[in-house]
């Protein structure tokens, strides 16, 4: 390899690594001020705005792509069930994949491209146009007043968002099963009730939790190291969602991990589900 080539890469990698530190240095500040600065940010004019914007906005889309994709694995599905003769059991199948899996990281996902891209171009139009700046002038920490309330919104309210995407992606099921293929209504709750469980629920919750944390805390981070000119906002927004979607995908294979052995730690591996635990 050329010495120029290995110069770059070099460069390269120390320059992630450098921008590694700042992000964790951010997370370190998030968090202290979190902790022992709540009289700054907990304030309701500066939460109340961002929970309609983040949750409630986001609201519909969520439903609506939950209950398309309740469908398509309705649809997938059958077919090879009723090749095997257990077209009834169906419903457990779509419904602890909606609960487990795609709920959560299907609003996580919609989460980062609603809102992770706006929220990283608004606080990257703040600092282009020197309002941070403005800001630390006047004595306010732009952490307390700017990141830690996008920050909390987005960990707030992506549980219930993951909770609508959930119940749309179960009726979304069962409105192909059922209504669609003609499956036994009785048999499509029989059969989700037995395998789902309330640690299934609870795994999903939990995974969006984390999912909120990593949107808000990227999100706001992109958005404030953000490069001068519109240019440079709106590399922020499109950084601010692909770094968003990386990390909900690899934490969801750690989280998936964490969370199986914790239920095994807890239960014992013979009470694990036929679909995975």
């Known amino acids: ?10 460069t390269y990698i ?5 921008a590694f ?7 370190a500040t998030t968090m202290q001020w979190f902790v022992f600065g709540v009289r700054q940010w907990c304030r309701p004019n500066l939460l109340l705005p961002l929970l309609y914007q983040i949750g409630t906005r986001s609201t519909p889309v969520i439903m609506l792509v939950g209950a398309f994709i309740g ?21 457990s199948v779509i419904n602890i994949s909606v609960v487990k899996q795609i709920g ?7 989460l980062a491209g609603r809102v992770g891209g706006a929220v990283s171009a608004e606080l990257g139009t703040m600092r282009v146009t020197e309002q ?12 307390a007043h700017l990141v830690i309330p996008r920050v909390f919104a987005c960990v707030t309210m992506i549980p219930l968002l993951t909770i609508f995407s959930d119940m749309l992606g179960i009726y979304g099921g069962y409105a192909v ?13 029989q059969y989700s009730a037995q395998y789902i469980t ?3 629920l609870f795994t999903g919750l939990v995974k969006s939790l984390f999912f909120g944390l990593a949107i808000g805390l990227i999100s706001c981070y992109k958005g404030l190291s953000c490069r001068s000119g519109a240019a440079g906002v709106g590399q922020a927004a499109t950084d601010a969602f692909v770094t968003s979607f990386v990390a909900i995908i690899i934490s969801n294979f750690i989280l998936a991990g964490a969370m199986r052995n914790l239920y095994i730690l807890i239960v014992g591996p013979s009470e694990l589900s036929a679909f995975g635990g």
Do not use: K
Not at 71 to 91: C, D, H, K, N, P
Not at 177 to 189: K, L, N
């Open 1 to 10: 390899m050329p010495a120029y080539q290995l110069t770059s890469l070099g």
């Open 14 to 18: 120390f320059n992630r690594i450098e």
């Open 21 to 27: 530190g700042a992000f964790t240095r951010f997370c």
């Open 71 to 91: 469908m398509v694995l309705a649809v997938e599905v059958y077919s090879e069930f009723e090749a095997l003769g257990q077209e009834q059991r169906i419903g």
């Open 104 to 110: 959560p990281v299907l609003a996580a996902v919609m």
């Open 132 to 143: 941070i700046d403005a800001m630390r002038a006047m004595g306010v920490d732009p952490i």
């Open 177 to 189: 099963t059922v209504r669609g293929f003609g499956v036994s209504a009785d048999a499509y709750w």
């Open 198 to 200: 309330p640690y299934d």
